[in-house]
């Protein structure tokens, strides 16, 4: 009992402690997203005083309805006012420029700037888009349509757009969303969040995370805070307590279950939306402990990592799938088995020419895809490498594309025979998410580079009519189906019936797919 409490009262103070490190954080989120903001608010201001300091250009401008600004800029689009102030701020006799007029001099900006105020609120219907309105003490007053996509650029490289969330909260009471993921809730309780007001400008830039990013950022404290809470927290510590010591010896644990054979390849199907058939399966490693159950990777992968026994442990699960693939015989033509990979695992040689050895691509009735993720991808060498690997007979896919935030256009020069969009970036549609155009722009990649796009994590039959009306190829995710044993998936998936009900739909039959052609 003694340790048991002393648990708990760990487990409360690490939850205390959490609490104070994403405060901290969320805070210095909020402090730069604040410094951004007004340094870019500031560039509006300073053009639209000086514009004010120029009356007979910017007079004729307005009256002209042309609105452009009569000296180039990054961020003003086009200069606006209204009747009333535009009498005020064009007296008549204005509004004809002199090719003599002189230009506004700093001092006189700097004057202009410090007695005016800047107003700026959201452009009704546009994310990217402000009304900024510049007002001097004597009434006059300039107002502008503000180009905001470079601010927003800012704020999506700050915080991930499946992590958290971003927005302005004008003086009005008006938000503006500026970045954060679909579903980040603001109720209490729900997340954590961090206001800090501009001493600039009009608004308080609101930062705050939801579950999904507490998890992400914060993941390794989380399950600390379950162990304070009472009786049934105290028993949680028990039971916390002895698994982790069930697994202090991770590798002699890891070595054994490879001997064991307590190692499964579950298997996720892959449907091609045009005809709802399955035409392959992602292979997600399991294992099968004798005293905790079916565990996760997240519970043994690093750990096998940096054991150097991910590729034995991959090897063992490839060969019982590959065995129920091959003795399968209701097995498509084309089916593509997905096996994920890191670039470390990749680089080593003798590593990769075992597995090829293994895997005979080119000598089996179906393809094994390699999985590779995107930020992987990118590493110098790793184009030869993912060369090598196709003229051996694999297929290459990227993995997670889409949330590297640099581009996508780079894909062109990698030789790749397929691109899986990462489940952030699927859970888009349907949501107005700033992140939403980046679904399109992987679409229109896709049909100029001729690439194959798998979808993954479709969780929603909406979903999947939308990827379907885009031209996407193939799909993956619980709305279709979790991984299963290769058996049951064998069993059940290799022999979907024929339907022209939507594939998020489909039912399990004995019959057989119609064969899928990967070479286009």
């Known amino acids: 009992m003694p340790a048991m409490l002393a648990a708990a009262a760990f487990a409360l103070a690490c939850a205390a402690l959490l609490h104070l490190m994403i405060q901290g954080d969320l805070r210095a989120d909020a402090r730069w997203v604040v410094e951004a903001t007004d340094a870019y608010l500031d560039e509006v201001a300073t053009e639209l005083a000086t514009a004010m300091l120029q009356p007979q250009a910017t007079c004729a401008v307005l009256r002209s309805r042309a609105g452009a600004l009569p000296a180039s800029s990054g961020q003003i689009q086009r200069l606006l006012a209204d009747g009333p102030r535009l009498a005020a701020l064009c007296p008549p006799g204005t509004g004809v420029a002199s090719p003599a007029a002189a230009p506004a001099d700093q001092a006189s ?10 107003a700026v609120r959201g452009w009704p219907g546009r994310t990217d888009t402000l009304l900024a309105e510049f007002v001097l003490p004597d009434g006059r007053a300039l107002g502008a349509r503000v180009d905001a996509t470079r601010l927003l650029e800012l704020a999506r490289g700050r915080v991930s757009e499946t992590h958290g969330g971003i927005r302005l909260i004008w003086s009005s009471g008006a938000n503006w969303p500026m970045a954060g993921a679909a579903g980040t809730s603001t109720s209490p309780g729900r997340t954590f969040g961090s206001d800090l007001a501009s001493s600039r400008h009009p608004y308080v830039a609101a930062v705050a995370i939801g579950p999904a990013g507490l998890w992400y950022r914060y993941g390794a404290w989380l399950p600390l805070i379950a162990l304070g809470a009472g009786a049934a927290a105290l028993a949680a510590t028990g039971m916390a307590r002895r698994r982790h010591q069930s697994l202090d010896a991770p590798e002699a644990q890891l070595r054994n279950a490879i001997e064991r054979g307590e190692l499964e390849g579950h298997l996720q199907p892959i449907i091609d939306l045009s005809s709802g058939d399955c035409v392959g399966a992602e292979m997600l ?73 293994l895997a005979r691509p080119g000598g089996r009735r179906w393809y094994t895809v390699i999985e590779l993720p995107e930020r992987d991808a990118r590493e110098p060498a790793m184009a030869a490498r993912l060369t090598a690997l196709q003229d051996m007979g694999f297929l290459i896919a990227l993995d997670d594309f889409g949330t590297a935030h640099s581009g996508t256009r780079w894909l062109e020069r990698l030789s790749v025979d397929l691109v899986k969009i990462d489940m952030s970036i699927v859970s888009t549609i349907g949501t107005d998410s700033v992140t939403r155009p980046v679904l399109d722009a992987i679409i229109a990649l896709a049909r100029d580079t001729g690439v194959k796009l798998i979808a993954e994590g479709v969780e929603h039959p909406h979903q999947t009519s939308h990827l379907r009306r885009q031209g996407v190829t193939y799909a993956q995710g619980y709305v279709f189906s979790a991984p299963v044993p290769a058996a049951d998936f064998v069993e059940h998936w290799l022999a979907v019936q024929e339907s022209d009900e939507d594939p998020s739909q489909a039912q399990p039959a004995a019959s057989s797919n119609r064969p899928i052609n990967t070479s286009s």
């Open 285 to 357: 490693m399991r294992w099968r402990h004798p005293r905790h159950g079916l565990l996760a990777p997240a519970r043994f992968l690093r750990e096998a990592k940096t054991s150097g026994l991910l590729w034995p442990m991959t090897e063992a699960c490839f060969r019982d799938v590959a065995a129920r693939l091959d003795a399968c015989p209701s097995l498509p033509e084309g089916f593509m088995l997905c096996v994920n990979f890191g670039a470390t695992e990749l680089a080593l040689d003798g590593d990769s020419d075992r597995f090829a050895a």
């Open 109 to 118: 900006a700097d004057s202009a700037l410090a007695l005016g105020r800047l």
